[in-house]
């Protein structure tokens, strides 16, 4: 059974950072593509970036690029997404998702249709 953990969620102010983690278990981690997917309030939900298992990573959109950082360390099972610089539209709830990575195109890893796997989310605030 495959379960997603996701943590470090937290209300923070304007330019500040946080660290997100994803913590997988149940999968073979360093087969799958992971990815960070987030909804805010009222809208639906959006890829932020991802990362493949020989870790190409896809990031969009534009708003977010140079200031998220996706990594992961499989030996510890566990996805990363380091965010710095943060805007008060960085507000939403953020998701990691996985998928096995037979040899995904960058399409198919922003593609929140292709993941099967999902945690529960970690809220991230970001006051003005």
């Known amino acids: 059974q495959v379960q997603l953990v996701e943590s470090g969620g937290n209300l923070v102010q304007a330019g500040g950072s946080l660290r997100l983690s994803c913590a997988a278990s149940?999968?073979?981690?360093?087969?799958?593509?992971m990815a960070w997917f987030r909804q805010a309030p009222g809208k639906g939900r959006e890829f932020v970036v991802g990362?493949?298992?020989?870790?190409?990573?896809?990031i969009a959109p534009d708003n977010v690029r140079g200031r998220f950082t996706i990594s992961r360390d499989n030996a510890k099972n566990t996805l990363y997404l380091q965010m710095n610089s943060l805007k008060p539209e960085d507000t939403a709830v953020y998701y990691c998702?996985?998928?096995?990575?037979?040899?995904?195109?960058?399409?198919?890893?922003?593609?929140?249709?292709?993941?099967?796997?999902w945690g529960q989310g970690t809220q991230v605030t970001v006051s003005s």
């Open positions: 998702a996985a998928r096995y990575d037979y040899g995904l195109r960058s399409s198919e890893v922003a593609d929140q249709s292709n993941y099967p796997y």
């Open positions: 149940g999968l073979t981690f360093s087969n799958y593509a």
């Open positions: 990362i493949t298992r020989s870790s190409t990573i896809i």
